[in-house]
């Protein structure tokens, strides 16, 4: 790490020096790449697998197998793996201390979009007092302890953190669209992923524009838009590595790998993420007649529902419903239909959609528990709308509650106020991908 940018300011962000694909080695980089391990799924994971013996998911998302134990299991295997990757040159270390621009270029409903962002090194705050980074969303044990054994294994951040920052005026946006527009950033990666994504990766190694991002960086609070489970777990192996005494034997968990990107740009896509509901009849009467003191509904039809939707939602609180009878709704909250006393919060979280679907709908019209609804008993989450609404009709979903998108701007008043959304809150569109660079732990 730079010591030398280290200036009169606390710094915050830190270049580094990654180990980063040699493609002459290992082959194209669209095949060596994945998504967050969160979102891929068994037939995606063997797809990937397929694709090379270098995917990077077999660091990040490794398969199990019959016989796995203590000593020899899918953490240990990764660990393995990435000491034979950078033996065989597969994987190299770069020579300097560099930041790392990465530019996303896509389409949300026939709209263009590019979004920019850096990735580099954070350096995690200490637990208590903690005023520089923030989370929106709660977290799970089970996948904390995954996250643990492999960070444990190979000390290696194999995927980035997803960080959002407000940047007034653009300052920091400016700063990094200066060097790719003049050629001062220099292009690793162009490719365009299975989702029609662009990703393009460049190196910014100067000095001089590392210090002024740092400096523009420094005291700036930064919010977690993806990865609370690796952010924790990033957390809580720092305090294991001192508390063992395994930072005076070479580790260094003190930062970890992250990637932010200014809020105020129009490429900073949030998509909604639909309910839909499995194992649970309803009954359309029953529903209506339940919720008829906090909302309005209207009656409209499949082929409307979502157009429908989309325009009722930016005004008031409001949900598209379809049933498998094939009836279809929409259910606009009335905020004076609330009986509730305010919060000591201001209503912020309480006045989200994600929030007014969970307390309302889920719990109180259909009777869907906290710990069902932690456990996803009878609610499956989808992404796509036009696939749920299909679903519906086929009758492999009972109904399906379709949302409107969480604003940045409620992301990061609820997260500064540390308070945290029902799961499912946000889905940050594109994912960042793994295997751009690898930030090691232990020289």
């Known amino acids: 790490m730079n010591n030398a940018a280290e200036k009169n300011f606390e710094v915050g962000v830190l270049p580094f020096r990654p180990y980063i694909y040699n493609i002459r080695s290992a082959g194209e980089i669209k095949n060596l790449t994945a998504p967050p391990y969160d979102v891929i799924s068994k037939e995606l994971q063997d797809d990937l697998y397929g694709r090379s013996e270098y995917n990077i998911v077999r660091l990040e998302f490794g398969k199990e197998f019959d016989g796995d ?17 950078i033996a065989k040159g597969i994987l190299k270390r770069e020579d300097e201390d560099s930041i790392y621009i990465y530019v996303q270029k896509f389409t949300v409903d026939n709209v263009s979009y590019e979004r920019i962002g850096f990735l580099s090194l954070f350096r995690l705050p200490e637990t208590k007092g903690n005023r520089s980074i923030y989370g929106h969303e709660a977290t799970l044990s089970k996948p904390k302890e995954d996250r643990f054994k492999l960070i444990e294994a190979a000390n290696v951040n194999f995927s980035p953190i997803f960080s959002v920052f407000e940047d007034k005026n653009s300052a920091v946006l400016n700063i990094l669209k200066k060097p790719v527009e003049d050629g001062a950033a220099e292009k690793l990666f162009d490719f ?30 930064v919010y977690i838009a993806d990865g609370h489970h690796r952010f924790e777990t990033c957390i809580n192996y720092r305090d294991y590595v001192k508390k063992e005494g395994l930072d005076k034997k070479g580790i260094n968990a003190d930062f970890c790998l992250m990637y932010f990107a200014p809020s105020n740009q129009d490429g900073l896509v949030i998509l909604p993420t639909h309910r839909g509901i499995k194992g649970k009849d309803i009954h359309i009467e029953n529903l209506l007649e339940s919720i008829k003191d906090n909302f309005d509904c209207k009656e409209t039809n499949f082929d409307d529902l979502l157009k429908e939707n989309k325009k009722s939602g930016k005004n008031i609180v409001s949900f598209g419903f379809a049933h498998k009878s094939g009836r279809a709704f929409i259910l606009s909250f009335r905020e004076g239909g609330r009986k509730e006393e305010k919060k000591e919060d201001d209503g912020s979280l309480e006045r989200l959609d994600v929030s007014v679907m969970q307390e309302y709908i889920l719990k109180k019209a259909l009777g869907i528990t906290q710990e069902e609804i932690d456990a996803q008993k009878y609610l499956v989450y989808e992404k796509d709308p036009q696939k749920a609404l299909e679903k519906v009709k086929r009758g492999s979903l009972e109904a399906v509650f379709f949302m409107n998108p969480t604003k940045i701007e409620d992301v990061i008043k609820i997260a500064s106020l540390n308070l945290r959304m029902p799961q499912k809150s946000t889905y940050f569109y594109p994912k960042i991908l793994t295997g751009l660079v690898v930030n090691p732990l232990k020289d």
């Open 69 to 85: 134990d203590g000593s020899e299991n899918k953490y240990t295997r990764a660990a393995l793996l990435f000491k034979e990757w």
């Open 192 to 221: 365009t992923d299975d989702n029609g994504i662009k990703n393009i990766l460049y190196r910014l190694g100067s000095e001089g524009v590392i210090t002024h991002i740092q400096s523009m960086m420094a005291y700036k609070p």
